[in-house]
């Protein structure tokens, strides 16, 4: 792989999802070869881009992606390589071996995957009266955490509610991720309430880039996204934002501010391991 960037161009698509998949993967499709045509060398899709964000549609949506020979595997393997891009495919419900993972696949520009990482923390909430849900009664939480190196840098891997986990992105900071990638769908409830503030947080405290990619909110859905993809600096800078309707936004991210914020506050040098412990126990997935 050539040397990796340190100046990139990254798209974050924030796609209407509805409950046709053909339509679905046309859409994505049509966004990326957008994105790269306005010169994105990274194209980050949103979580469930492929299927309803709902327990009863996650089933008979997902696809067994060993191979990349499924439907949307396939579709995104051959957008990546047609458009030369790095594609971080969002995530599609995933069948394997008799369960179903909420499922992100990053390929290279030849169409070859890097990754593929499995949510982690599922979503399992009851705000009464304002919004439940239960990832559980249907998925099984991922065991993997997933650095992967790219061309376009070295990228962290977490899936919406793992944004609520800071240990994941305080383990990707120390293994020198530039870059964490969230796609994400919070709901209208704890949406405004945290989506910005827990982007923000992950980069404050880690000293990175962080995107998160969400589906546009579609109220004919049983699920409305809050939407409000965006992307932050290392000193928690909204880059770019999107609002709920369907679109695509760019920033032109410079890892060397990574290192040049990391200079000014050396947090990583600063922190107490002899007081408290960190660890990794996982193997990265492809
Ligand atoms: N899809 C999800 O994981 C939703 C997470 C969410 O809305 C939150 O508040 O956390």
Redesign the pocket.
Known sequence: MPAPKTKVKVALCQLLTTDNKDKNILTAQQAIREAAGNGAEMVVLP?MWNCP?SNESFPTFAEDIEGDSSQSAAAMAEAAKQHGITLVAGSIPEKHAGRLYNTCLVYNKQGQRLARFRKMHL?D?DIPGKISFKESDTLTAGENISVVDTEAGRLGLGI??DI?FPELAMIYARQGVQLILYP????MT??PA?WELLTKARAVDNQLFVGVCSPARNLEASYHAWGHSMLVGPFGQILTSAEHEPGIIYADLDYEEVEERRKGMPLAAQKRYDLYELADKTASGK
Not at 184 to 187: C, S
């Open positions: 979580e964000y979503f909430i919406c509610y609520r994400g769908a919070f709901n704890t949406g945290h």
